[in-house]
């Protein structure tokens, strides 16, 4: 998109599509791009800008700032969040900006230093939630949302309008369609809503902050915050959907448990696999659902994305020298790095000459303090009594599962 676009009365979008990184933050799989949200926010006395982005999309940024207002004539900077996709273009654009304050946290202000090695800069730290700015006729109120997901974030409230800039809060990936980023603008906004792409973002990039983000749902609560417009730095504007995205969040990260079972299964040639029909049919038994992972296959934003709200997993691998399959160790020591280890947990394998490696996993299961509730394991294929076992273990887990958060 080449034009800015107006947001309400006085705020203007004048971020970027991003169509070219192919893993966001080097780790996350976005084939539909991600955008990267800058706002202008007018008042009548004074300009703001929320935020910017990477520094490879300064021109497009800049460009888009200059049909809107002259760059010079703004007199706040507002970092939300010190990401480099947020913050990367600063350094160049602070030279268009002369008479600017920067307005920050005092954490934002030591990674910025540390980012950047900026010398000679005028800012306003922010602390505590009751620092205010006026532009003339619109007000922003700075609230300290640590954690979101890094210690530095803050949020902005414009007051006059009811606007909510999150930042990576309630964010998420896949490119704006063309002229549009508010929701009510974007056909099919369902996609961006329910279609894996707000969940994804959050499975990948907050999930092991859910705790900061009920502490910040609860805290814009407390301070009275009525939400009328919701602004992320990625993905669409919320306004008739800004309720719904926001219960959304809420839900995944306390979590609301749903009625299925992962089974996330590494196979090399196959023996491993041919367990899963019949675990599938002892989750049902059980009265679930199960959801199949390939970990040799799926993205790591999926593997998140359907572990958050399960409340039990079956895990299933071949020893592999000796050890763990390292699609499965990876996989692993992934849900452990984002605390997703709350969950029931059984297992099953196969082995060719030697076994050992479903020992380790169930040791590195413990470890991390899953509930490990059993396991089956095989040398070579998988025999009739074999399935049965794997059947109604995957019955037990499921049902010990259930039973216990009441589903």
């Avoid at 004074?46 to 010079?72: M, R, T, Y």
């Avoid at 099919?188 to 092991?208: D, H, M, P, R, T």
């Amino acid at each position: 998109m080449t034009k800015p676009l107006r947001v309400t009365q006085s705020v203007y979008w004048v971020g970027v599509n991003d169509f070219s990184t192919k893993l966001f933050e080097g780790l996350w799989d976005i084939p539909e791009g991600v955008s990267y949200n800058s706002y202008l926010i007018i008042g009548s006395e004074k300009i703001a800008l929320i935020d910017s982005v990477g520094e490879k999309f300064l021109e497009e940024h800049l460009n888009k700032i200059e049909q809107v207002i002259n760059p010079s004539r703004i007199e706040y900077l507002i970092i939300n969040h010190m990401e480099p996709d947020h913050t990367s273009a600063i350094p160049k654009i602070l030279s268009v900006m002369p008479k600017v304050k920067v307005v920050l946290t005092p954490a934002a202000f030591q990674i910025l230093k540390a980012f950047y090695h900026i010398e000679t800069l005028e800012t306003i730290i922010v602390k505590g939630d009751d620092t205010v700015i006026d532009l003339g006729g619109k007000t922003l109120r700075f609230i300290q949302t640590p954690f979101l997901h890094w210690p530095e974030t803050m949020s902005t409230y414009l007051i006059e309008e009811e606007v909510l800039f999150s930042c990576d809060l309630c964010g998420s990936f896949k490119h704006l369609p063309e002229g549009a980023i508010v929701d009510t603008n974007i056909e099919n906004i369902e996609q961006y809503i329910y279609g894996g792409v707000l969940k994804g973002y959050f499975a990948g990039v907050f999930s092991k902050y859910r705790d900061h983000v009920l502490k910040a749902m609860e805290k814009f609560k407390a301070l009275g915050l009525k939400i009328k417009v919701l602004a992320p730095s990625h993905g669409p504007v919320y306004t008739i959907h800004a309720k719904e995205v926001m219960d959304l969040w809420t839900s995944w990260s306390k979590p609301d448990y749903t009625k299925k079972v992962v089974v996330a299964v590494g196979s090399m040639y196959g023996f491993t696999f041919k367990f899963v029909e019949s675990i599938v049919k002892g989750i049902k038994e059980a009265g679930g659902e199960a959801v199949i992972l390939n970990l040799v296959e799926d993205s790591p934003v999926k593997m998140l994305e359907m572990v958050i709200d399960a409340p039990a997993l079956i895990i299933g691998m071949p020893t592999y020298e000796y050890d763990l399959f390292p699609p499965v160790n990876y996989f692993v020591n992934l849900l452990g790095l984002k605390k997703l280890t709350d969950k029931f947990v059984g297992v099953f394998g196969t082995f060719a000459w030697a076994g050992g490696g479903l020992k380790r996993l169930i040791d590195l299961l413990n470890t991390l303090g899953f509930k490990y509730l059993g396991g089956v394991e095989v040398k070579g294929s998988p025999l009739l009594e074999d399935l049965e076992k794997a059947k109604a273990l995957a019955k037990l887990i499921a049902e010990t599962a259930f039973k216990e958060h009441k589903l």
